[in-house]
């Protein structure tokens, strides 16, 4: 297992995800990427096996905590929002999509050097970036210097508010590790007027079904990225608890669940695996 900090073995996870938002037509067509396409094609036949016995798949998730994000960040923007950074943006389409609907946004994404060179040099080659969309660099694990968050966020205006948004990210790292990130996108998020944080996070609750079907889900993931797969919380409460001591002021527990009637977002047979975190922080 390598150290939880070097992540770059996880990059390649985005082509999967980055595939999917393609599939389902959530992407213009040059997001689509071989290396994603045969991930996709081998993992086909298992997401066909775990829609018919578990009534849900990894697709069926992947497109909640999207379609969920998406919606959060739409009434944010009718509310005012104008700034969002996207930290481990992968080849998600949302930056572009985003930036279409919304001309009044300022919008960053950001990803580890590697992957920020392949998205700026994707969205560069269909000239869809400009001054208001940006692709940045980042490390969440930097303490200061261009890879830092505060160096991001220093691009944007402090008089106006900002959504932050990590998404297929934080389950990648132990509690402990992702919460030293948490405790510095707070204290970051302090200096905005109203700072706004989006995340998926998959909790463990006791009782929940196929309860160990996912524990074993994780443990291959992590295997397979070399990473620290975890699942952080046992209970909504737990998870507000947590991030109200990480320096947050107020936590929002989303659950799909709650959307099928507004959102057309595909639905699990029993509880939905992902929940989507609202984070405030005011000045
Ligand atoms: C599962 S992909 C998700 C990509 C995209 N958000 C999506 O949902 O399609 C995980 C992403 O996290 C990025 N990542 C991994 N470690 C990181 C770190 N320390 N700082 C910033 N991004 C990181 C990877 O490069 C990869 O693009």
New binding site residues.
Partial sequence: MSEP?D??S??F??LY??HV?AKDGLSAPFFRTRGGAFLYGALAPFEYVGRKIAGGNIRTFLLQR?LLIDHRLHQLIDDGVTQVVE??????PRGHRFCQQYPQLTYIE???PD?AQRKQQLLTEHHVLSERHKVMP????ADDGDLSLAHVLGQLDTSKPVVVIT???VN?FPLAVISEFWRKLATALQHFPQGTYLTDNYPLYHGMPFYHTLKNLGRLLGAISRSQVGFHFHSDEQTVSHFLQQGFDDLTVHNPADFYNQLPIPQTRGNPMVRILEGVVSA
């Fill in positions: 900090r992540t770059s996880i990059s996870t985005a995800t980055g938002w999207h930290i481990a943006c992968g080849l998600s950001t990803d580890l992957m980042i490390n969440i694990f998404e297929g990210l990648y």
